[in-house]
C-alpha cells in the first residue's frame, strides 16, 4: 500500500473513531414503532474495514462512501423533524459538518485521490478543469453516480404499487421499513444541498429521478425531503438543464398537492419554483392553470386552516409575477377567499392577503371585475377593525396603498363604490390620506399606466 494511501486511510480512521466515540456517549431512545436502529446503522457506516494488510484503493474509496453517508444522516438532523433523529444534538451535527469539510480536503489534496477526483469530477460537470469547486463539493461530485441511485432503490423499496388492491401501506411496510426510505431520503437531501448552481444543474439527470421516487412515496416524511430537493434544483438549476423531465416533474407537483399538513408548506414552495422555471416563457401554460387550481381547490375546502393560507399567501406571488394578466381568469376564485382572509384574527394572514390583492392589482390594473365594489367595502370594514390589532399602522398603510392604486386603476368604478364611505366620521383620516396620496401620486400613476402600456400577458408589472 502506497504511502499516500496509507495516510488518507489513516485520516479517515481519526475522524470515523472520532465520530464513533461521540456517538457512543450520546444517549438515543429510538421510537417504539420502528424495529431499525439508527444509531447502530450510523456506527456501521463510520466503521471502516480491518486489515492487517492494509486495504485496497477500492475497499478505501468504499469506506470513503459510507463515512460520507454517515455524515450526511448525522448533518440531516439540523434540518429533519423526524424522531429517528431528533436525538442528535447541535452541537454534535456541526462537527460532523467539520469533519467532512476537512476530510474533503484532505482527499482532494491526496497523492492517491487527488488526481482521480479532479478527473471525475470534470467528467461529470464537464469540465476543462475544477479548479473553481470547492474541495468539499468536490468529493460530494464524485460520490454522486456512486450514491443516489442506491438511496433512489432504498427509497422505492417501501413504496407502494398503485396498481395493488388492499392496505399498500402496511404492505409496503411490512416488506421493509420505512424508516430506511427516511434514512435515504434524509441522505439523499443532504448530497443535494452541498452543490449549487451553475454545477447542480450538470447533475440534474441524477437529481429527478431520485427526486420523483421520493415524491412518489407514501410517507409524508419522505416526499418532504423530495420536495426540499425540488426547492434547491428549482433556485439552482435553469429551465434548459431539466430536460425532458419537465412535464413529469409538473405532473408530480400536481399529484402531491393534496398532501398532509406538516409538508404543505414545502409542495406550495416547490410547486411556484417549478413551475415559474421550467414555464417561465409561457405564461399561458396549462400547468399554471392546473397547479393553481389544485391549490386553490384545496384552500377552498379549508379556508380557515392558518398553516395553510399564510403557506400558500407566503410562497404564490412568483406564479401572479409569471402569468400577468392571466389572473383575471381566476378573480372569481381568488377574491372570495381574499375576502375571508382579510378578516383573520391573526395580523400575518391579514397583511400577506393585503400584500397579494396589491400584487394582484399591479398586474392585472383589476380590469373588467366586479370584485371592485366589493373590494373596497372589506378594505374599509378591516381599516376600522384594525384598531384592535396589533399590526394596526402596518395594515392600515396597506390599505390605503390599495385604496390610492383602485382610484387610479378605475377611477369610475371607485367613486362609485367609494361615495358611501366617504363621509363616515370613523374615515376621516383614510380620506385625508388618500386626497394626499392621490394628489402626490397621480402623474407618476398616469406616466406608468399610458407610457409604460399596462401590465403585460407575462411577468411584467406596474411599480407603484
Not at 469506506?63 to 453517508?69: D, E, M, N, P, Q
Not at 444522516?73 to 447541535?90: F, Y
Not at 406571488?317 to 409569471?322: G, I, S
Request: hydrophobic content about 40%; aromatic content about 8%; proline content about 4%.
Amino acid at each position: 500500500m502506497s504511502d499516500s494511501l496509507s495516510a488518507l486511510q489513516n485520516y479517515l480512521f481519526q475522524f470515523s473513531n472520532r465520530l464513533l466515540d461521540l456517538l457512543s456517549k450520546t444517549h438515543c431512545t429510538p421510537p417504539e414503532d420502528t424495529p431499525i436502529s439508527i444509531k447502530s446503522t450510523i456506527q456501521s457506516l463510520f466503521s471502516p474495514p480491518q486489515n492487517p494488510n492494509g486495504i485496497t484503493e477500492t475497499q478505501l474509496f468504499d469506506s470513503i462512501k459510507s463515512f460520507a453517508l454517515g455524515c450526511a444522516l448525522l448533518s440531516s438532523s439540523q434540518s429533519s423533524t423526524h424522531e429517528l433523529l431528533s436525538w442528535v444534538p447541535t452541537h454534535f451535527s456541526n462537527l460532523v459538518n467539520s469533519a467532512f469539510t476537512e476530510f474533503s480536503r484532505a482527499y482532494v489534496a491526496s497523492g492517491c485521490f487527488g488526481e482521480r477526483n479532479e478527473r471525475r469530477v470534470c467528467e461529470i460537470l464537464g469540465l476543462h478543469e475544477c479548479g473553481e469547486v470547492r474541495a468539499e463539493e468536490r468529493l460530494v461530485v464524485e460520490l454522486f453516480p456512486e450514491v443516489l441511485p442506491v438511496l433512489k432503490e432504498r427509497i422505492k423499496e417501501s413504496s407502494i404499487d398503485k396498481n395493488t388492491d388492499g392496505d399498500e401501506v402496511s404492505a409496503a411496510s411490512a416488506r421493509v421499513p420505512v424508516g430506511l426510505a427516511v434514512v435515504a431520503a434524509c441522505q439523499f437531501r443532504w448530497f443535494v444541498t452541498q452543490v449549487d448552481k451553475p454545477r447542480l444543474g450538470k447533475l440534474s439527470a441524477l437529481v429527478i429521478p431520485c427526486g420523483l421516487t421520493a415524491l412518489d412515496h407514501w410517507s409524508p416524511d419522505v416526499k418532504g425531503q423530495g420536495m426540499i430537493c425540488f426547492i434547491h434544483l428549482a433556485k439552482n438549476v435553469n429551465e434548459r438543464e431539466f430536460g425532458g423531465y419537465g412535464e413529469v416533474i409538473l405532473d408530480a407537483c400536481c399529484q402531491n398537492i393534496a398532501c398532509s399538513d406538516e409538508i404543505w408548506h414545502d409542495v406550495v414552495e416547490m410547486s411556484v419554483l417549478l413551475v415559474t422555471s421550467i414555464q417561465r416563457n409561457n405564461p399561458r401554460s396549462s400547468w399554471f392553470e392546473r397547479i393553481l387550481n389544485e391549490m386553490l381547490g384545496h384552500l377552498e375546502r379549508q379556508p380557515r386552516n392558518k398553516d395553510r393560507r399564510i403557506a400558500w399567501l407566503t410562497f404564490i406571488e412568483p406564479l401572479f409575477h409569471a402569468v400577468g394578466l392571466v389572473l383575471l381568469a381566476h378573480f372569481r376564485r381568488l377574491f372570495p377567499l381574499f375576502f375571508v382572509w382579510m378578516h383573520a384574527d391573526d395580523d400575518e394572514t391579514v397583511l400577506l392577503v393585503l400584500q397579494r390583492v396589491h400584487a394582484v392589482m399591479r398586474l392585472t390594473w383589476i380590469r373588467n371585475t366586479p370584485y371592485l365594489e366589493r373590494l373596497v367595502d372589506e378594505l374599509v370594514i378591516l381599516y376600522k377593525e384594525s384598531a384592535l390589532k396589533v399590526a394596526r399602522e402596518e395594515i392600515r398603510t396597506t390599505v390605503l396603498e390599495i385604496l390610492v392604486l383602485l382610484r387610479q386603476c378605475q377611477s369610475v368604478q371607485f367613486e362609485a363604490a367609494w361615495d358611501k364611505h366617504k363621509n363616515d366620521p370613523n374615515l376621516e383620516k383614510l380620506s385625508s390620506s388618500m386626497g394626499e396620496n392621490t394628489a402626490n401620486n397621480v402623474g407618476s400613476y398616469a406616466e406608468k399606466l399610458h407610457g409604460g402600456g399596462g401590465p403585460s400577458m407575462g411577468s411584467t408589472t406596474l411599480q407603484t
